[in-house]
């Protein structure tokens, strides 16, 4: 029997996680729920699978639920995301927290000793060193959820890395990648949250739009994969079939299928080494017809090329990079910024940032905090200068 801490519970990689632990009640057991502020679904998991301890990140949301009597510690705050995560009773957590709220919970869950399902790319992006050397430390596994980097992590089966000559990780394009660049300014939330192959959340459809998403994903393919980012590639692929591929020395590439569904990686983190039974429908092939490939444009996608030049610089700049777009996408929501604008926020905010070597956590999150307010900074000019 496994026991599992989920943090971002009510997440929509959180609710695949639930149902797919739900249907092996032989093989799992919930003992901690953390989530951010969705109360009632979070109540009806706490139903379900009695954890000894939940976390509600937002406090007045974690008051409501503690009027509920429901016989379960509930904690509230960064600490209480950290106490679900670092549970005595618990041997793995899934990580599963939109954004950067994700890493101090994610690096105090390995501290602990406890194996991480991993799909909160933030915590590797932010301070990826710091966490890949802590698990290494403490022998702990670190299992990736993220579609593309459980696709790599297949691949490879464990092979010798030095066969490896590059690895490649597929993009579906959005909802634009057809559109010309013309039309890019005029793109609307609406339009950018509707993605045509997989259900996600709203923060990652936007960053998916953007290929922030993949760019983000370079990183962390650079940090699970100890590859440098010269060794990752990006293509595009619209149907979402091969969800990444990996090229080795003799010039082979093997590449692993599926049809789009996060249950996939999620069944794959719980149930490695092995796997669970039918746990997707059947890939038809003749059905798909056809699989297409296509190098992304980067004049429409500069966010894909910042987070390159992120990586490379390496320090506290992935960790800006990531802080920036958090702001833009928030801001692009509400409607005060373009869809154009996003990559411009990024690039300054990177522009005025002085370097600073990732030695701790608090490092990392000063240089998120100082980051954040640069980019609101940026944006409010922008919109100071619209206005006059
Ligand atoms: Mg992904």
Same mark, same amino acid.
């Given at each position: ?85 670092t ?77 490896? /000559? ?51 994903e ?21 149907q ?48 798909v017809? /056809? ?28 960790c ?16 005060r ?28 999150i ?23």
């Amino acid at each position: 029997m496994k026991r599992i801490s989920i943090l971002g519970a009510t997440g929509s990689i959180g609710r695949n996680t639930v149902e797919v632990i739900g249907g092996h009640p032989d093989k799992f057991r919930v003992v901690g729920l953390a989530a951010k502020n969705n109360i009632s679904l979070l109540e009806s998991q706490i139903r379900r699978f009695r954890p000894e301890v939940v976390a509600v990140y937002d406090e007045a949301a974690a008051e409501r639920l503690r009027k509920k009597d429901l016989h379960v510690e509930i904690c509230s705050g960064e600490e209480g995301l950290v106490r679900a995560a670092t549970l005595n009773n618990a041997d793995l957590v899934v990580s599963a927290i939109v954004g950067s709220p994700g890493l101090v919970p994610t690096y105090e869950a390995i501290r602990a000793g406890k194996d991480i399902a991993l799909a909160t790319k933030e915590a590797l992006v932010m301070a990826g060193g710091l966490v890949m050397a802590e698990a290494a430390r403490r022998g702990v596994r670190v299992l990736p959820v993220d579609s593309e980097h459980s696709a790599i992590f297949q691949c490879l089966n464990g092979r010798d890395m030095k066969e490896v /000559e590059k690895i490649v990780l597929t993009a579906s394009g959005g909802p634009f990648y057809r559109k010309h660049i013309s039309e890019f300014e005029a793109i609307t939330p609406e339009d950018a949250l509707r993605h045509p192959t997989w259900d996600m959340g709203r923060k990652i459809s936007i960053d998916s739009a953007t290929l922030m998403n993949k760019g983000l994903e370079v990183i962390e393919a650079c940090w699970l994969f100890d590859l440098p980012p010269e060794k990752v590639e990006v293509v595009l692929h619209p149907q979402s079939i091969i969800h990444s591929m990996v090229k080795f020395i003799d010039g082979c590439v093997i590449a692993h299928m599926s049809v789009p569904d996060m249950k996939g990686p999620i069944s794959y983190a719980l149930s490695w080494p092995g796997r669970f039974d039918a746990v997707l429908p059947a890939l038809d092939l003749a059905a798909v017809g /056809e699989l297409t490939f296509l190098a992304p444009d980067t004049k429409k996608y500069p966010s894909l090329l910042l987070a390159y030049d992120a990586i490379r610089t390496g320090g506290t700049m992935p960790c800006v990079l990531n802080a920036a777009n958090e702001v833009a996408v928030e801001a692009f929501l509400d409607r005060r910024i373009s869809f154009t604008d996003i990559p411009r926020v990024i690039s300054k905010t990177m522009s005025g940032h002085k370097v600073l070597k990732s030695d701790s956590i608090d490092t990392v999150i000063n240089a998120s905090n100082r980051a954040r307010e640069q980019a609101r900074e940026i944006i409010e000019s922008q919109e100071s200068r619209v206005k006059s």
